[in-house]
């Protein structure tokens, strides 16, 4: 049961062949049977087995959805009502959220069952998952190696088949770069696309959450549900939302491919570049037209990111304060003592670096030197990608410069492990929609593709993906001992 | 190096964010770094740039100024630290 896809399973749960109670309880042992991985913090057993039993009376009356039944995981970013969300922080490991978020309450509705909560880099700050405060999240394809973060426990659960999908959140590559670590099919949608409502925020003009898979279609079918207007968020975008499993069949003759020059110097290890060559070669086969450009601005994207994305969350994470809700310290003799040994007991040693660096960004006297002068960046970066997506459909490339690296390797070198996320950061500081799908492996480990498309051009990325992996089987490869 | 301890421990304050004696050096070190990478950015030319805070450059939607959300006091009291008679307790402000 483990290794069928959303449409299989929802197949499946119609004809008899299993019921949801005993596909989740399936699932439910394949967690207790690889505790290893560490992908869950939280596993919520017994409302499982009652939304699965839920979800059986509801086929069984023929008023189910595609979902209705289908197990999910939730990355613990997402506010779930009575249950533990903890944004793999000690400052929230008390926090009982009191309502679901707009993406929960969504799947709620549709009848899926949620597993548990995932784990995740703390606030979702990291590249490797080893920020969190519950311990490392390990690869399934090589237990020593990272599985890339933030969103890493949702990424190692879908490649083990300890989850049928998950959801994930992308400020810089959360959702993309654990997807390509661990061989999975992601996508993180428009800036606008999915509701932020309830969704803990770390850089809200960045910030946002999409589907994680075995396939572009389950990933198409998990949008579907999550995608849409919200009045709870601010900056949700009220547009309406295609039918995206309809697009995937869509033939792609005659799709213009840009690669940009800068996605293919020097920092690009060969075996990876060789492999996205292969990718882009499969999609020449397929019709697509390849055209070589150039965005200049791209190489500022990381100075950029790391003036904003601190800036905003040191705004962001004022609100633990020990006042409210989470973490308080012990005893405190003054209210300043209590705001201070709360947030420095509470916060992890990479969340205080950022909020550091934010807090100086913003300070009288360096706010036009690092944040103007980065905003005006992010505007010419987003130029970038207006220009060269009015001459070609879609932008391809890596997702990361190499494939998984060693768990201690990079976690006390942070500006190192900054660097490694220049393939995918420039797309959030512009809102782009880009997917990472699974296109080979290199010494054993994943390599993934990354698609970047117009704003809003969801269904036509995962028509490209869709279409790729339809003469391609790379993301059905199970890793070792999780078959 | 652009930062130093003390400005480290400056920042820290502005904060309200307890950072240990001993990491310190380390902070200064690692926002240094970040400092270092961000001077890149000088080489750009942003003269008549406007700067972008939205990807969408949307302007903040305007709603009906009616009440939307119930009363929630109990609930959202219920995960708090310390809360007497509805009230948020923290260490005396005023003497």
């Not at chain 1, 660097?419 to 290199?442: C, E, H, K, Q, R």
């Not at chain 2, 949307?58 to 310390?82: G, H, M, S, W, Y």
Request: with cysteine.
């Amino acid at each position: 049961m483990h290794t069928k896809t959303i449409a299989e399973l929802a197949k499946g749960l119609r004809s008899g062949e299993f019921s949801s109670l005993e596909l989740t309880q399936s699932f439910l042992n394949r967690i207790k049977q690889h505790p290893q991985l560490n992908c869950y913090i939280t596993v919520t057993e017994e409302p499982a087995l009652q939304a699965a039993k839920a979800a059986d009376a509801r086929l069984a009356q023929g008023n189910a959805e595609l979902l209705t039944g289908i197990p999910i995981a939730q990355k613990d970013i997402f506010c779930t009502e009575g249950v533990k969300t903890t944004c793999g922080s000690k400052m929230l490991d008390n926090f009982i959220a009191p309502y679901n978020a707009a993406t929960v309450e969504k799947f709620n509705k549709a009848g899926a069952v949620m597993l548990g909560k995932l784990n995740m880099d703390e606030f979702a700050m990291g590249s490797s998952n080893e920020t969190s405060y519950y311990g490392a999240v390990k690869n399934p394809w090589d237990m020593t190696k990272v599985p890339g973060g933030s969103s890493g426990g949702s990424a190692a659960a879908v490649a083990a088949r300890l989850t049928v999908c998950a959801t994930g959140t992308d400020t810089g590559g959360s959702i993309r770069q654990p997807a390509a670590l661990c061989g999975i099919t992601g996508l993180k949608p428009t800036y606008g696309r999915v509701s932020r409502y309830g969704m803990i925020a770390y850089a809200s003009s960045l910030d946002q959450g999409g589907p994680m898979a075995r396939s572009a279609e389950d990933a198409a079918i998990m949008l579907q549900t999550m995608a849409g207007f919200d009045e709870k968020d601010s900056t949700s975008v009220d547009l309406p939302v295609p039918d995206y499993r309809q697009e995937l069949n869509n033939r792609i003759e005659g799709l213009k491919i840009g690669l940009p020059k800068e996605f293919f110097s020097e920092g690009l290890n060969s075996d990876m570049a060789s492999i996205i060559e292969t990718a882009v070669d499969e999609y020449r086969k397929l019709g697509a037209q390849i055209i070589e450009i150039s965005m200049p601005n791209l190489k500022l994207a990381i100075p950029a990111y790391y003036v904003i994305a601190p800036a905003e969350c040191s705004a962001n994470l004022s609100r633990f304060d020990g006042v409210r809700f989470g973490y308080r310290c012990e005893n405190p003799v003054d209210l300043t003592d209590l705001y201070t040994r709360s947030r420095g007991e509470g916060f992890g040693k990479e969340v205080k670096r950022r909020i550091l660096m934010g807090t100086y960004a913003l300070s009288a006297g360096y706010y036009d030197a690092y944040y103007i002068k980065a905003q005006k960046v992010r505007r010419l970066i987003s130029e970038d990608f207006k220009n060269a997506l009015s001459r070609v459909d879609v932008i391809m490339g890596p997702v990361t410069p190499t494939t998984a690296f060693g768990i201690g390797e990079k976690i006390d070198n942070p500006i190192e492990m900054y660097l490694s996320d220049f393939y995918t950061i420039a797309i959030n500081l512009a809102g782009v929609p880009a997917m990472s799908i699974p296109a080979g492996f290199a010494q054993g480990k994943p390599v993934g593709l990354q698609i970047i498309g117009n704003y809003f051009a969801e269904d036509r990325l995962l028509n490209i993906a869709h279409q790729y992996q339809q003469v391609t089987d790379w993301h059905l490869q199970i890793p070792k001992g999780f078959e | 190096m652009f930062l130093t301890a003390d400005e480290v421990k400056k920042i820290a304050h502005l904060a309200r964010l307890g950072v240990n004696d001993q990491d310190i050096d380390g902070y200064a070190k690692d926002l240094s770094g970040m400092l270092n990478l961000m001077t890149q950015m000088g080489d750009l030319n942003t003269d008549g740039i406007n700067p972008m805070a939205h990807p969408m450059d949307q302007a903040q939607r305007l709603r009906a100024d009616v009440v939307t959300e119930c009363d929630n006091r109990e609930k959202f009291q219920a995960i708090a630290p310390q809360v007497e008679a509805g009230l948020y307790l923290v260490p005396k402000v005023i003497e």
